[in-house]
């Protein structure tokens, strides 16, 4: 047991590995981010994440990104059990960087629409871990001008708009999304910034 572990208490691993599980758990999901957002084909990119890690996914889709990350959550479990912090600290900032760059904009708002929410908590709850995107008061470089945290603001419809088009929207949706930006402060800029396109569409 690691230096300075309260007994009872999970170690390093045992909590990665516990993540590693929940991630195994959306391997059945065959939604893809091109299907939700009709914009940017991530083929490539998540193509080159994966082969960074001598890593090949079987496809594009969720349930594939997920095995993805399920592998580098027990990459990093097998690093804090040899010792070796180094793989540790990487596989833990590749899948900070998979969440808050190819999954949570599109994936959480998919879910929490067709009916898994189960499955968007737990993207939600690792979210707020990680804070792969919290609400920022200065954005000034951060994002180009004309764009927020989605992209083009003057992309619209679906999910441009504030809600995925193929499930029937809340009747509030602006609110919806900035009751769960409160609730969720590790991915709220995303869901302010959807607010703000639902207020506006």
């Known amino acids: 047991m690691p230096i300075g572990t309260p007994i009872g208490r999970p170690t390093a691993?045992?909590?990665t590995r516990a993540e590693a599980d929940q991630w195994a758990r959306l391997s059945s999901v065959t939604a893809t981010e091109y299907e939700v957002m009709r914009t940017?084909?991530?083929g490539s990119d998540l193509d080159r994440r994966a082969a960074e890690w001598s890593h090949q996914l079987a496809s594009h889709d969720l349930g594939a990104i997920a095995l993805f990350a399920a592998a580098?959550?027990?990459?990093e479990a097998d690093a804090w059990d040899d010792g070796?912090?180094?793989?540790a600290t990487r596989s833990y900032e590749a899948r900070r960087f998979l969440l808050g760059d190819r999954i949570v904009h599109w994936a959480v708002p998919w879910l929490l629409a067709t009916g898994s929410g189960d499955y968007a908590q737990f993207l939600l709850d690792l979210g707020d871990e990680m804070r792969v995107a919290p609400a920022l008061t200065g954005r000034e470089g951060l994002v180009m001008a004309g764009e927020d945290s989605l992209g083009p603001l003057a992309q619209t419809?679906?999910?441009?708009?504030?809600?995925?088009?193929?499930?029937?929207?809340?009747t509030d949706i602006p609110g919806y999304w900035t009751s769960l930006a409160k609730r969720h402060p590790g991915t709220a800029q995303i869901w302010l910034d959807l607010a703000a396109r639902a207020h506006s569409a």
């Open 13 to 15: 691993s045992e909590r």
């Open 40 to 42: 940017y084909q991530p």
């Open 72 to 75: 580098l959550a027990h990459t």
């Open 84 to 87: 070796t912090l180094d793989v």
């Open 157 to 170: 419809g679906g999910i441009w708009s504030g809600w995925i088009e193929q499930s029937e929207p809340p």
